[in-house]
């Protein structure tokens, strides 16, 4: 079990560029979330996938926000024209769906920290 | 809605002394909560979970939390804070596939 992975862990940018984040899950987990961390903030979600499939993106914060899981495996979250108000961790998560839980126990990676410039 | 309240946004405790960290819910079903601990510049790392049963649950590190339906609380416990504890942490109450979590409480441990 090596753990959820995120790259980049960091990423500075300018103001109206794009940028991507990958997320590796815990490679027999088929949940995969993503979240937003602002300072002083408890993370907020933002999506989250089951297998390849999006089951839930009303929660993202712009139609510059889009995420992909094209093989059920890896994700990546893209933001274009990025604004200084995106500056934030974004965090990934991964879980193993069980039949009779609602509510999967989330596994976090270390993040991608975000500076808008 | 389901949230969650962390009451303290800052505690300080001495190293060997005991710490309480105060976690209130909002939810109407049976609730899922989890107890988070995030170090600066890091992704958070899970110390334990209440599904169901036995409402005094165990976790990682020492740490223990008590589920009080009356009082809508999940309260995060330690008899002896030791100087690595310091950190930030969440409480979370699943709603579905997503977690709420409150803002966090942040652990500062003096010597």
């Known amino acids: 079990d090596t753990g959820v992975s995120q790259d980049p862990r960091h990423k500075i940018t300018k103001r109206g560029q794009n940028v991507t984040f990958r997320c590796d899950p815990i490679?027999?987990?088929?949940?995969l979330y993503w979240y937003r961390q602002t300072l002083g903030q408890g993370p907020e979600f933002l999506t989250y996938f089951q297998n390849e499939a999006q089951l839930e993106k009303s929660r993202l914060l712009s139609d510059r926000f889009s995420a992909e899981r094209p093989k059920g495996s890896f994700s990546t979250l893209e933001i274009q024209r990025t604004e200084q108000g995106d500056s934030a961790m974004y965090l990934c998560a991964s879980s193993l769906q069980r039949v009779t839980s609602v509510t999967d126990t989330q596994y976090f990676g270390p993040g991608t920290r975000l500076t808008v410039l | 809605a389901q949230s969650v309240t962390q009451p303290d946004i800052h505690i300080t405790v001495s190293e060997g002394a005991s710490l309480e960290l105060r976690c209130n819910y909002s939810?109407?079903?049976?609730?899922?909560l989890f107890w988070y601990v995030q170090s600066p510049g890091q992704g958070l790392q899970l110390l334990l979970k209440?599904?169901?049963?036995?409402?005094l649950v165990q976790g990682i590190k020492g740490f223990e939390a008590e589920f009080k339906r009356s009082q809508s609380s999940f309260n995060l416990r330690k008899p002896s804070v030791h100087w690595s504890d310091a950190a930030e942490y969440f409480c979370a109450v699943g709603a579905g596939y997503a977690l709420n979590f409150g803002k966090g409480t942040s652990l500062l441990v003096t010597p």
């Open positions: 209440y599904f169901s049963g036995d409402t």
């Open positions: 939810y109407g079903a049976t609730p899922y």
């Open positions: 490679s027999e987990h088929n949940r």
